[in-house]
């Protein structure tokens, strides 16, 4: 299963009656999907690719996009610049397992400790354990 927002995809365990998280591995930015290989290895799909690239030209509410022989190219914006990438990690025994996991925990901002002291008003309509 692919988690985009933390750029891991989860490997899962999808024996039983209900599905069970074995750990993470590290993907590129923005992972669209996730393949078992015959030979064991899985095939990881990024969306962005492994960087971002700079539009200068492209759209900003600043500017009206011209057409493109005008000058400002208004083709030029970041879901048309930026190019996937596939990556294939070997297969992996559960210690690797643990290793990936543990850098994907590290790379990620989330804790579950964050929802327990969000400092939000009273009259906030998101909602938290208080």
């Known amino acids: ?3 985009s927002d933390a ?4 490997v899962t365990d999808v024996d039983g009656l209900h599905s069970q998280v074995q750990g993470f ?3 590129g930015w923005y992972p669209t999907a996730a393949r078992a290989l015959p030979d064991g290895r899985v095939a990881l799909v990024s969306g962005r690719g492994l960087r971002s690239y700079a ?3 492209g759209p900003s509410p ?5 057409r493109s022989h005008e000058g400002i190219r208004s083709d030029e914006y970041v879901g048309k ?5 596939v990556a294939f990690v070997d297969a ?3 210690q690797q397992l643990d290793a990936h996991s543990k850098v994907v925990m590290a790379n990620s901002p ?3 400790s964050l929802l327990d002291d969000v400092r939000l008003p009273a009259t906030n309509p998101i909602p938290s354990r208080r």
């Open 1 to 3: 299963m692919v988690c």
């Open 110 to 112: 989330y804790r579950d």
């Open 81 to 85: 610049i930026q190019s996937g990438s």
């Open 92 to 94: 992996f025994s559960p």
């Open 25 to 27: 591995i590290p993907t």
């Open 7 to 10: 750029n891991a995809v989860a």
């Open 62 to 66: 600043m500017k009206v996009p011209a």
């Open 55 to 57: 539009n200068p030209s």
